[in-house]
């Protein structure tokens, strides 16, 4: 839609009161895309079709065709709308569209709209250009105002009558228009063949947007019937389609849309076509013809007609399926973007969008519907978007002479917000309404937006000289004078327009100005070592200001309940403490600095030698906590009396230094998805062959993927070195807690009797200590498998069960894990060893059950390969099990659950895996299945899974088996 507003041609310049002159090109629609190349007059031309096949006579009456030469005797009857039209053959036309049109009373649903009657309708205009032909039934109007010519209106008429007469009785919203259309026309009712085959082409993009891009009824993935219309559009647009009603072509497009348009929500055959009813198709179409409001001369006006016009558009709604509450949300997003559309001059515009989307509102507390919901809330964040962008800064985009557009423009963005939050928002609704108030929340949001950006840009105006100068002081003093004005201009100007909803608006102003100038004020004392004549006039002038604000303040506060404490809280005094505050904040942000670059510097050279201290951490750790408890030790001894207000900042310092050390202690190590192989492609077992008779060099190498970490050849993630830094992690978590306790003792024997030990506790290492307990489960996990996939990849995925399972058991594998083992519970604090051994034991177990469904061709097992495999099993969890000195029993059994629930598969007859293989294929995908599907392999091996079943099947030295998957796969024997 956002290319239909930006080729719309809105006419002569106009003036923009103040207002930035970008028209609706920062507004795209609310409604959404089509997807489909449809320019706005194809869809202009549809919305009409819809609209004349809509108020068409309904019945059993016969109609009649009648010309414009019949018809120019017959003038005075009415019953006309252009130079061809329909007719029921009685002695008065019941339909709609005939109606003959009066201009004897202004528009009723102008005056609900808040509207002023135009000087001027399209019925009445005498200007030269259409005094010779005015219209003269509703219908005729309707088509003027949409730019339907009469060729094509009468084009329409002549289908619709033939449509009538061959299905007499038959409802409008019963049938598919463009498939009528296309069946009703040959080329010969065109005046040339490229204005034909355009015709036909926006038919079928029609029909392709309305049944495929957006049905009412959402379209399954694998829909066959879809499918076929995908297949006859495609055909269609690739070679011109025979139209007509007795074309062969059109039968088979008929069948294949019939299916479609007449499903329902339900499931059910529906007496009704959806075809225009889907979202956004139908809301898109449904504006085209609300657009059909505004008079064709004059962009900006609502014609006087709008009653009877309106009247006629919602007879469209069965087929659009509308209702009054979204026609009320379309017709204020109508409303609101031809105000913006046609250069934001029209108040009247805004002010009936507020009065329609008051009726929005009132929609939106009775329903609960989600599609209404996700409409509602599109078109409202689009309203309240455009507004916001005016108000966050409303100093720039509003003066003294535009104050009253700027009032119409904050109410109907306060209003859109409190549909937004309180209609729509769940997280409203689960709090008391007294809790949130939307109106004076958004007024203070923007009261301090646009009070800041106002700052900033007087802070621009004087920050050259601030550059230039040696003694920045006197910038300051005339900053401080630019605000006091400013804030005197917000109050007579702005302050009475918020005062509607927000009873302090003048004291959130000068509290915002306050914060704003206070920062600058702070900025400038930092660098301030000794009082000087230039710091003293800026201290001047500061206090002058502040008095100033604070008097405003107090006076739009007089009949607030607390009197203005609230607005004056925010407004804490320019003390020269707060330079000092300051000072330690220097220091505390250079002794920060110290410590990140020597971590940067140190970690470089840190070898992680399990070698280098009994307690086998890193010896970089000592020095970097002892740094630490260095400057805690100096803050403290700082002549400063707000040690407890500048603490947090000096812990979260701290922290985030130790944190980049923790980060660099786990980073590289590796992780998951950098050790696992690989997985082969499924083939199926070669029962014919001696896979026993395969020699260890005649294996082809399992492809894997490349392992971090180890490209550069040097040692720094072996597993002693991988230990080395979880011990590191451990001890720094182990000595947090010591400096803890150290601040909480200093924060006791400080001499000011205001310091709170609550400072302390409040003071954490979280990030680090967060990082800490991060980094020893990522380490875990990753020296678990780079020990199963990398150190021990050659007994494992490389040698487990090659050729005859028999002869390439695990024992080899466990031969080579044992050592692992005994060295992870000699190396590793006991206190990390446990979560260490446990994340092996699960990878192990991982990468003995990656072996028995995925390792590829070469692995192949019989019915009686299962008691082996069992044994192996066995023998991994007795390695952790180790006789009651390694991990509970109850852990390992729990770990070792996903392998104990596949491994009865390999029992299993061939047959029963194959039914069972079926029988979870069924439950996946459903039972109407042509052929079975390849199912995607899971995050977890299951024996309820698909995949999980499929590989059993793959690996069985068994001719039914191999047999099954040639059959429905067609796996290959080999990779």
Sequence with gaps: MAPFFRERSLGGSKRHMGIPENGASDLGSPFGELGVEISPSELKETAYEIFVAACRPSGGKPLTYISQSERSGEKERSLTSSPSALSVSSTSSSSPLHRSLTFSAASTMKKALGLKSSKKSPLNDGSPSRSSKKPMTVGELMRIQMKISEQKDGRIRR????????????????????????????????????????????????????????????????????????????????????????????????????????????????????????????????????????????????????????????????????????????FSWVLFHRFVATGQVENDLLLAAE????????????????????????????????????????????????????????????????????????????????????????????????????????????????????????????????????????????SPIFKKWHPLSAGVAVATLHACYGRELKQFMSGVTELTPDAVQVLKSADKLEKDLVNIAVEDSVDSEDGGKAIIREMPPYEAESAMANLAKIWIKLRVDRLREWVDRNLQHEVWDPRANKDRFAPSVVEVLQMMDETIEAFFQLPIPMHQDLLPDLVSGLDRGLQHYVSKTKSGCGTKSSYLPTLPALTRCTTSSKLGAFKKKEKLPMKKKSQVGTANGDHAFGLPQLCVRMNTLHQIRTELEVLDKRIISHLRNGESTTMSISSGKDAKFELSLAGCLEGIQQLSEATAYKVVFHDLSHVLWDGLYVGEPASSRVEQFLKELEPKLELIASTVHNKVRSRVLTALMKVSFDGFLLVLLAGGPYRAFSRRDSQLIEEDFTSLKNLYVADGDGLPPELVEKAATPVTNVLPLFRAETGEVIDRFKQVVSRAYGPAM??????????????????????????????????????????????
């Excluded at 549909?419 to 949001?445: H, M, P, Q």
């Excluded at 052929?931 to 069985?956: A, G, I, M």
């Design 355 to 494: 009065n329609q989307l008051a009726e929005v509102e009132k929609d939106a507390k009775t329903t609960k519907d989600p599609l209404y919901a996700k409409i509602l809330n599109s078109t409202l964040s689009s309203i309240l978007g455009w507004a916001e962008k005016r108000l966050l800064a409303y100093h720039d985009t509003f003066q003294a002479e535009t104050i009253e557009l700027m009032q119409s423009v904050v109410s109907l963005g306060v209003l859109a917000a409190k549909i937004l939050v309180e209609d729509i928002s769940t997280e409203y609704r689960r709090k008391r309404r007294g809790e949130v108030d939307v109106a004076r929340n958004r007024i203070e949001t923007y009261i301090r937006s646009s009070l800041r950006t106002a700052f900033a840009q007087k802070m621009e105006k004087v920050d050259s000289n601030r550059r230039s100068s040696k003694n920045p002081s006197p910038v300051l003093s005339v900053l401080a004078r630019d605000i006091g004005d400013l804030a005197k201009y917000e109050k007579e100007i702005f």
């Design 159 to 330: 289908a619709l009558l033939r449509i009538a007469a061959g299905q007499l009785g038959k409802r409008v919203e019963a049938i598919v228009l463009p498939l009528e259309f296309l069946q009703q026309f040959k080329a010969s009712d065109f005046s040339d063949a490229e204005e034909y085959e355009a015709w036909k082409v926006r038919n079928l993009k029609i029909i392709e947007a309305g049944l495929l891009l957006h049905p009412v009824s959402p379209l399954e993935k694998n829909d066959s019937g879809a499918a076929r219309l995908r297949q006859v559009l495609k055909g269609a647009f690739d070679r011109s389609i025979e139209t007509g009603k007795n074309s062969e072509s059109m039968q088979v497009l008929r069948s294949a849309i019939m299916p479609l348009a007449c499903r329902s929500v339900d499931a059910f055959p529906s007496e009704t076509c959806h075809w225009a009813d889907g979202s956004p198709f139908n809301l898109i179409l449904y504006q085209m013809l609300l657009e059909a409001c505004f008079d064709s001369n004059d962009e900006s006006t609502i014609i006087e007609e709008l009653d009877e016009v309106l009247d006629l558009i919602k007879k469209t709604w069965p087929i659009l399926g509308m209702n009054q509450m979204l026609h009320s949300l379309c």
């Design 930 to 975: 042509s052929k079975l599907p390849l199912p995607p392999t899971p995050d977890n091996w299951s024996p309820s899974d698909p995949n999980t079943v499929l590989r059993v099947l793959c690996h069985r030295n068994d001719e039914a088996a191999t047999k099954f998957l040639k059959k429905n796969y067609g796996l290959p024997k080999k990779l």
